[in-house]
């Protein structure tokens, strides 16, 4: 079956830092790969996502890249804001249900 | 702000209390979820609704109770939990059921905080 792995959290970094969160998957077919992120005290919002192998999905200047041949899809941002502190979400959607499939999430922590 | 709307935001409830929750969405959506999220563990998908009828329902006990009267409205209702039943219940919404459409993006409520004493 689908299944996600990210890394454990909470990742802690100073604002400016470069933020990588770790996804691997495991998928039946060719997923579409998505990151989501939940702010405290709200749902999740849909950050950015990528369809096929090689596509960068990119948004708010975080960028995840559909790497097929590792079967990842990790999240980097060059400079993180306060803002930024947050619980992202990776997930996948393949087979012939396209409802989501999600990670645990991890917890970003940006300290000023 | 979402366009999707859950009440109550909290909920404390005994293992005999019988509650519901409640999810609208503004979007004119014809798909939604029910997700748990349990700290430490992935989005657990509970049930999809699609056009108002289930398509979905991944071995939930059978003290949750769905329930979708139109495309606008879905209910979690609650009777007899455990306490390993506490966590933030989440709905969403979409366009479509996802993978029919172009847009494959769901949309989530800010979620209910469920205490179960």
């Known amino acids: 079956g689908n299944s996600v792995t990210q890394m454990e959290g909470p990742v802690t970094l100073s604002e400016e830092a470069f933020l990588t969160i770790n996804c691997t998957y495991t998928?039946?077919?060719?997923?579409?790969l998505f990151w989501y992120v939940q702010y405290p005290g709200e749902g999740l919002q849909l950050l950015l996502k990528a369809t096929k192998a090689d596509d960068k999905g990119s948004n708010k200047g975080f960028e995840a890249t559909y790497r097929k041949e590792t079967t990842s899809f990790h999240l980097e941002k060059g400079s993180v804001q306060v803002s930024d502190s947050a619980v992202y979400f990776c997930?996948?959607?393949?087979?012939?249900?396209?409802?989501?499939?999600f990670g645990r999430g991890t917890s970003l922590i940006v300290h000023p | 702000e979402t366009g999707v709307t859950q009440t109550p935001r909290h909920l404390v409830m005994g293992m005999t209390n019988k509650k519901s929750l409640k999810c609208e969405q503004h979007l004119g959506h014809n798909a939604m979820y029910w997700y748990k999220q349990s700290a430490k563990k992935p989005l657990e998908l509970m049930f999809v609704y699609s056009l108002e009828e289930r398509v979905e329902n991944n071995s939930v006990p059978s003290r949750f109770s769905p329930e979708c009267p139109n495309s606008s409205h879905l209910f979690l209702h609650l009777h007899t939990l455990q306490p390993e039943d506490s966590a933030l219940y989440l709905c969403?919404?979409?366009?479509?059921?996802?993978?029919?459409?172009?847009?494959?993006?769901?949309?989530f409520g800010s979620g209910t905080q469920l205490s179960v004493l």
């Open positions: 998928a039946t077919g060719y997923p579409s």
């Open positions: 969403a919404s979409s366009q479509v059921l996802l993978g029919r459409g172009t847009d494959e993006k769901l949309f």
């Open positions: 997930a996948l959607a393949s087979g012939g249900s396209y409802i989501p499939t």
